[in-house]
Nanobody, 118 residues
Framework: QVQLVESGGGLVQAGGSLRLSCAAS????????MAWFRQSPGKEREFVAA???????NYANSVSGRFTISRDNAKNTVYLQMNGLKPEDTAVYYC????????????WGQGTQVTISS
């Protein structure tokens, strides 16, 4: 079973940047679609970005053009580069791995807090 650990969150001012990392252990994730989700207090978890095993990328409209998802299979790690951060980007960010059989994201990290001050 794969385990995911996010890091890189923190407190930054609006307009700043952060790079989140999602390190996988237990097995290789090179053939998994991977994604980032986020959850703000009082809101449901929402999709942020995804990258397929073949490097196809998809983004939520709210982050398109500001965030970039990438993966380094040699390091078994997925990244989320976040630029032009806004206060509404404040959330706990989670990394997830998609099950190749069920197509569901069924492995999740513990999350990393991102706080954007205005």
């Amino acid at each position: 079973q794969v385990q995911l650990v996010e890091s890189g969150g923190g407190l930054v001012q609006a307009g700043g940047s952060l790079r989140l990392s999602c390190a996988a252990s237990g097995r290789a994730i090179s053939m998994n679609d991977m994604a980032w989700f986020r959850q703000s207090p009082g809101k449901e978890r929402e999709f942020v970005a995804a990258i397929s095993a073949y490097n196809t990328k998809n983004y939520a409209n709210s982050v398109s053009g500001r965030f970039t998802i990438s993966r380094d299979n040699a390091k078994n790690t997925v990244y989320l580069q976040m630029n032009g951060l806004k206060p509404e980007d404040t959330a706990v960010y989670y990394c997830a791995a998609r099950n190749a059989i069920t197509a569901r994201y069924d492995v999740w990290g513990q999350g990393t807090q991102v706080t954007i001050s205005s």
